[in-house]
């Protein structure tokens, strides 16, 4: 083959072979403790914990995180001014304003993990690509 190359011991890789290559190499050097912590912040918003009854439309059951904040921030502002998300809220395309510090904190830790999940996801395709295009032929690269 024209076109081969050789990568962390690999010989006569096809372009897209190198890419995989380079791409599962990023992936294991991107993950570590911010991804560990992501996914916590994530699982922790889950609602997973039994409730009482709730408001037809509401989501079912409540999350660690959110109990964890009730138990911590005790704090209550006088109007409604914090946004927050819950998973009906989403599907329904609205944002639910609360004046409790606690369900604030408590809807917003699941969010900081899937923004801190997206960015690694963001630098392991953008570490791949420039790395790739550095190896491959100018034919072979990637736009």
Request: charged share 20%; with cysteine.
């Amino acid at each position: 083959m024209a076109n081969t190359y050789m990568y962390a011991g690999h010989s006569d890789l096809t372009p897209a072979e190198l890419f995989f290559f380079i791409a599962a190499q990023e992936t294991c050097e991107q993950i570590g403790i911010n991804d560990i912590e992501g996914v916590v912040l994530v699982l922790s918003g889950w609602p997973i914990l039994p409730t009482r009854g709730k408001f037809a439309g509401a989501t079912k059951g409540t999350s660690v995180a959110s109990v964890m904040a009730r138990s911590l921030f005790r704090f209550q502002l006088k109007r409604r001014v914090l946004p927050t998300l819950t998973l009906e809220s989403i599907k329904s395309f609205r944002i639910i304003l609360t004046r409790k510090l606690s369900v604030f904190v408590g809807r917003a830790v699941p969010g900081l993990g899937w923004v801190l999940l997206a960015r690694d996801a963001f630098m392991i395709v953008r570490n791949t690509v420039v790395k790739y295009n550095r190896l491959a032929k100018p034919e072979d690269r990637v736009l």
